[in-house]
């Protein structure tokens, strides 16, 4: 079993920046492909970004290719999602989400663990 608190979401005016935390724990988190979801009001979730578990390798939805970054940390059983040049429609919930097997998937049914979400609001 992993468990998965994420953090650091908040209020930013457009343009501006956040950085999302998840830490994990419970089983060896460097097993781990690692993703960030996010869901908005009236909406299905959608993938955003992942990265595997050695973090060579990462993966981004095309609506935040470019301003989005997505890292982790095995020693500290963390991954990050750095937001830059935020915009009102990246406004919602987002989730971190594991799985426990390779490969990289934006799939939100082939992920096994999910944290319980940090809201994210971008104001115009």
């Known amino acids: 079993q992993v468990q998965l608190v994420e953090s650091g979401g908040g209020l930013v005016q457009a343009g501006g920046s956040l950085r999302l935390s998840c830490a994990a724990s419970g089983r060896t988190f460097n097993n781990y492909v690692m993703s960030w979801f996010r869901q908005a009001p009236g909406k299905e979730r959608e993938f955003v970004a992942a990265i595997s578990w050695s973090g060579g390798n990462t993966y981004y939805s095309d609506s935040v290719k470019g301003r989005f970054t997505i890292s982790r940390d095995n020693a500290k059983n963390t991954v990050y999602l750095q937001m830059n040049s935020l915009k009102p429609e990246d406004t919602a919930v987002y989730y971190c989400?594991?799985?426990?097997?390779?490969?990289?998937?934006?799939?939100?049914?082939?992920?096994?663990?999910w944290g319980q979400g940090t809201q994210v609001t971008v104001s115009s």
């Open positions: 989400a594991a799985r426990p097997r390779q490969p990289i998937v934006s799939s939100a049914t082939l992920y096994d663990y």
